[in-house]
């Protein structure tokens, strides 16, 4: 990832295309969220009885209405929004923990957080940290309640060893993808609070740890032999949260099969792609969840996240005059890299492949993940970015006009063609951006411009943001999986506001520009954003 902090400056994004930095009017009126989009005290939003999942109600630090209005471009002009403006709102999306879960993990929370928190998503009533990377991006105007999340994750680490997938118990033998070293350092680069960096460097350190004492994985090539990292959940047992679904599953294989099963799918939701065919390839049916193997793969986006990780871990010592451990994050860094080059690179196709362990041999399948190391800037050879764009070409990837596609298999799964994610946009988009490569930096903008203009015609539509679209007919909310799409996910938001932010004043959504009712669409952005963070 490129250096300078990408964080969302959501008040300078309110302005774009506006011209000027006078107070913005109500947003437009929409069916079922007047209420909500009015200035004022208004209508209260409505909550989960008290310690219905373990929490209460709690104002997230630095966003009540009392906080200070900012301008991000230090202009002495009134800014667009201030916190006052959307103070009700704001201040409604925390959630601290019931007394008795703080106290002793009971309710199945696992214990740890204290610090108020945002959740994710409407589907998500305890805090899940899949899309916290995005989320942080979104809320650094806000840097107490960052700081207060950075927290509960690194409290976490300290009493388990790494984050879990969820604060829940059973989440407990499931890692996240390790993002949190880039998590701390989008905030101190923000906040410039290098004293809460240097309390929690060596936790940060602990979850590179868990990756190698329990996701590691040696991987041989031309006589030499690699070390790499896999996600591998090795518990049997049906996921707590989908028991039947896997007592279901498990039914249609022999009795001596269930066990491994279950251990795959919990290495699947360790990954976050749960679930897609990219698990299943080198299986019996390479479409069938039945297959699923994912802890037999080596995967790009998790080593390209490691590697991003070693680096960021040498800056921090460095940063606090610790040479020693910057020298042995430096190593560790370089050693990644040359067993990404020997063993996931492919020179003739130009990106970078899953390994299959017991096969031997590459997954050739297109995936955007192939090319997270451009994004992670875990690659030496310049020339590697004029050919991961041919491979897109080659790939037929850029004829896709609504967004890239997760993979070209249709099997019903939601990390599956014909479905889009967010994330997945903002991987590939940003690590052609980061090239200086004119041509590069052109089809990122392009990739950019065909994801927003999907955003924006589903929302004029259904007046929505989406977890996921549906990229094969125009674009269209997505679909597929274990549960019905989600509204408003914040990394969805997130993603359309970084673009935005980004490319602004280039967008357009077709026959008309982005910002023909700016009013409306930033402000509901901006809602839907916030909104995005509630449970319902």
């Known amino acids: 990832m490129q250096r300078r902090t990408w964080g969302l400056h959501l008040l300078l994004l309110l302005g774009l295309g506006l011209g000027s930095w006078e107070a913005l009017p109500p947003p437009c009126e929409r069916p079922g969220t007047t209420a909500l989009q009015r200035a004022g005290p208004g209508p209260q939003l409505q909550h989960p009885p008290a310690g219905a999942a373990g929490f209460h109600p709690r104002t997230l630090p630095g966003c009540g209405a009392g906080a200070a209005a900012l301008d991000p471009r230090g202009l002495e002009r009134q800014p667009p929004v201030s916190a006052e403006d959307l103070g009700p709102q704001a201040a409604s999306l925390g959630r601290a923990a019931a007394p008795a879960v703080e106290e002793a993990g009971k309710e199945g929370e696992a214990r740890g957080p204290q610090p108020?928190?945002?959740?994710?998503?409407?589907?998500?009533?305890?805090?899940?940290?899949?899309?916290?990377?995005?989320?942080?991006?979104?809320?650094?105007?806000?840097?107490?309640?960052?700081?207060?999340?950075?927290?509960?994750?690194?409290?976490?680490?300290?009493?388990?060893?790494?984050?879990p997938n969820g604060a829940r118990v059973y989440y407990l033998q499931r890692s996240q993808p390790p993002l949190l070293s880039l998590m701390m350092e989008r905030y101190v680069t923000q906040a410039n609070d290098t004293a809460f960096l240097r309390d929690n460097l060596e936790?940060?350190?602990?979850?590179?740890?868990?990756?190698?004492?329990?996701?590691?994985?040696?991987?041989?090539?031309?006589?030499?032999?690699?070390?790499?990292?896999?996600?591998?959940?090795?518990?049997?047992?049906?996921?707590?949260e989908s028991y039947s679904k896997d007592a279901e599953l498990a039914a249609t294989l022999s009795e001596g099969d269930h066990e491994a099963l279950w251990a795959e799918l919990k290495a699947g939701a360790e990954s976050g792609w749960d679930f897609s065919s990219r698990w299943f390839v080198g299986g019996p049916n390479p479409d069938s969840l039945s297959s699923i193997r994912t802890s037999k793969l080596v995967p790009v986006d998790l080593n390209a996240f490691l590697c991003q990780a070693e680096e960021l871990m040498s800056n921090f010592y460095s940063r606090l005059g610790n040479d020693s451990q910057a020298e042995k994050y430096r190593n560790l860094r370089a050693q990644r890299m040359a067993a990404?080059?020997?063993?996931?690179?492919?020179?003739?196709?130009?990106?970078w492949f899953d390994y299959d362990l017991e096969n031997g041999k590459k997954n050739l399948e297109f995936y955007p993940s192939n090319l997270a190391p451009l994004w992670a800037g875990c690659f030496s050879d310049p020339g590697d970015v004029d050919k991961a764009l041919k491979y897109l070409e080659d790939s037929q990837?850029?004829?896709?006009?609504?967004?890239?596609?997760?993979?070209?298999?249709?099997?019903?799964?939601?990390?599956?063609?014909?479905?889009?994610?967010?994330?997945?946009?903002?991987?590939?988009?940003?690590?052609?951006?980061?090239?200086?490569?004119?041509?590069?930096?052109?089809?990122?903008?392009?990739?950019?411009?065909?994801?927003?203009?999907?955003?924006?015609?589903?929302?004029?539509?259904?007046?929505?943001?989406?977890?996921?679209?549906?990229?094969?007919?125009?674009?269209?909310?997505?679909?597929?999986?274990?549960?019905?799409?989600?509204?408003?996910?914040?990394?969805?938001?997130?993603?359309?506001?970084?673009?935005?932010?980004?490319?602004?004043?280039?967008?357009?959504?077709?026959?008309?520009?982005?910002?023909?009712?700016?009013?409306?669409?930033?402000?509901?952005?901006?809602?839907?954003?916030?909104?995005?963070?509630?449970?319902?």
Not at 117 to 134: C, D, F, K, M
Not at 216 to 224: D, E, L
Not at 340 to 351: N, T, V
């Open 116 to 163: 108020p928190r945002a959740v994710l998503s409407h589907l998500l009533g305890s805090p899940v940290h899949r899309a916290r990377r995005t989320l942080c991006r979104v809320l650094l105007l806000m840097p107490g309640t960052v700081k207060g999340m950075l927290q509960n994750f690194l409290d976490l680490v300290q009493t388990y060893g790494h984050v």
């Open 340 to 351: 990404m080059k020997d063993i996931l690179w492919d020179e003739e196709k130009g990106a």
């Open 397 to 536: 990837i850029l004829t896709y006009h609504y967004g890239i596609p997760t993979s070209l298999r249709k099997t019903g799964q939601q990390w599956d063609f014909p479905n889009a994610w967010a994330p997945l946009q903002d991987l590939v988009i940003r690590g052609l951006a980061k090239s200086p490569s004119a041509r590069a930096q052109e089809v990122a903008f392009q990739l950019a411009q065909n994801w927003i203009r999907t955003n924006f015609d589903v929302y004029s539509r259904r007046s929505a943001m989406y977890e996921k679209y549906d990229i094969s007919n125009g674009g269209q909310p997505g679909g597929g999986g274990e549960y019905e799409v989600q509204e408003g996910f914040g990394w969805t938001n997130g993603v359309v506001l970084m673009l935005l932010d980004r490319y602004g004043d280039r967008l357009s959504s077709g026959t008309q520009t982005v910002f023909l009712e700016p009013h409306c669409l930033t402000a509901a952005l901006l809602l839907g954003l916030m909104l995005s963070l509630l449970p319902q």
């Open 203 to 240: 936790t940060l350190a602990l979850e590179l740890d868990f990756w190698t004492k329990n996701r590691s994985i040696s991987v041989s090539s031309g006589g030499k032999s690699y070390v790499l990292n896999r996600y591998h959940v090795p518990y049997g047992g049906p996921r707590p």
